[in-house]
């Protein structure tokens, strides 16, 4: 596939809540310049559904991306406790996308943690974050107990683990960390542990591979992150030591992610919709651009993702322009700006 000099390519753009909008417009403006030639579908989720069409995911959302098996996404609102289940959640049921890579880099020296280049690939699908949850009443009290089921199928192990292992042949890796807390939810991530395992077999002397428990997982990616290379886990597992790792690599605003499935591919930022500094034009795009460089990756335009993953990294260290969860004083527009003279020349 090309997007350069041949036709653009159909993909689905989601604007979404909060600073959603300023990074996707951000982006859809670098991806013009680096000369990435996408016809997008914009369409809403989330929050901007809700407003919209009365639906956090519309369904002309999901028949664009039906069409496009592509798109590129901004972050979208959930509510906490009640009302409507996460869009993303849904996004990622309906299209089956099984695996959540998300790639962590240092790309500013100096800080915390140095020369940190790890991968984590989070089960999408399973979990628990089926969302199977209920109330029973007791003594009059509605809430008086509430209970959650986590369903991990062996086939949706599988599928994840043989995905993490050719990951790491496909990308130059040399181990594969399976994380899980089998000592207690013997059943639920007992099977993701001897599953993982058992996959892990076939690819013995190509790719080493261990196992931590969750918790010590945690500890060890305080301590020592630089032990872990490839990191396989369960679903909410993988939401929580995403947003730890974000943290060893500068915060939510630096890291991508991917959504990958048979059929269709979904890309965004780990970060959400930030509320807190919405529309003040302060947001960090960058993890939603090197969304894109996943997104240029993933349709064969490396030459184009290497161009914006350099074009990035020369802006941020050495026209030494940052937004302020960097330290910086750029506001999103003037960070777009300076990243477009980079990937224009
Ligand atoms: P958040 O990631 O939106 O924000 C956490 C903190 O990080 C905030 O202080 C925020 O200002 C900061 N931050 C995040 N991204 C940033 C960026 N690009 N630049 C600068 N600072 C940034 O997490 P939250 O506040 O817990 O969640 C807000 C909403 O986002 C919730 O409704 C949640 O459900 C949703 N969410 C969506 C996704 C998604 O769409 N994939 C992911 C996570 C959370």
Not at 59 to 82: C, M, N, W, Y
Not at 157 to 166: N, P, S, T
Not at 217 to 229: E, I, R, T, Y
Request: a negative charge.
């Amino acid at each position: 596939m090309s997007v350069q000099g041949e036709a653009p390519i159909p993909a689905t753009l989601i604007p979404g809540d909060g600073i959603g909008p300023e990074i996707v417009e951000a982006t859809a403006m670098v991806l013009s310049v680096l000369g990435a030639r996408f016809d997008w579908e914009t369409c809403s989720a989330g929050l901007a559904g809700m407003k919209e069409f009365g639906d956090p995911l519309p369904q002309a959302t999901l028949d664009s991306i039906h069409r496009t098996k592509l798109a590129l996404k901004g972050p979208l609102e959930t509510p906490v406790g009640g009302g409507y289940r996460s869009s993303n959640v849904r996004l990622r049921e309906e299209f089956k996308l099984y695996a959540n890579v998300r790639p962590a880099k240092t790309l500013i020296p100096g800080g915390r943690y140095d020369d940190i280049d790890l991968v984590l690939l989070r089960e999408n699908n399973e979990g628990l974050y089926v969302g199977f949850e209920h109330y029973i009443p007791i003594d009059g009290d509605p809430h008086g107990v509430a209970m959650a089921t986590g369903i991990n199928t062996r086939a949706g192990c599988r599928r994840i683990a043989e995905y993490a292992f050719e990951y790491a042949l496909k990308n130059g890796r040399k181990k594969v960390t399976i994380v899980h807390k089998a000592n207690i939810m013997k059943a639920l991530t007992g099977l993701f542990l001897e599953t993982t395992l058992e996959v892990a077999k076939k690819y013995a002397g190509r790719i080493e591979c261990d196992q931590r428990i969750v918790d010590a997982c945690a500890m060890q990616l305080v301590l020592n992150p630089w032990q872990f290379d490839v990191i396989v886990t369960t679903n909410l597992f993988g939401d929580i030591l995403s947003d730890e790792i974000a943290g060893l690599v500068g915060g939510l605003g630096m890291v991508p992610g991917a959504n990958i499935g048979e059929d269709a591919a979904i890309f965004e930022a780990v970060h959400g919709s930030a509320p807190d500094i919405a529309g003040k034009g302060i947001a960090n795009p960058t993890a939603l651009l090197l969304a894109a460089a996943m997104m240029l990756d993933h349709i064969d335009r490396r030459d184009l993702a290497q161009r914006l993953r350099t074009g990035i990294d020369r802006v941020i260290n050495e026209d030494r322009v940052r937004t302020r969860d960097l330290g910086g004083s750029a506001s999103t527009k003037e960070y777009t700006a300076a990243l477009i003279r980079r990937v224009a020349a």
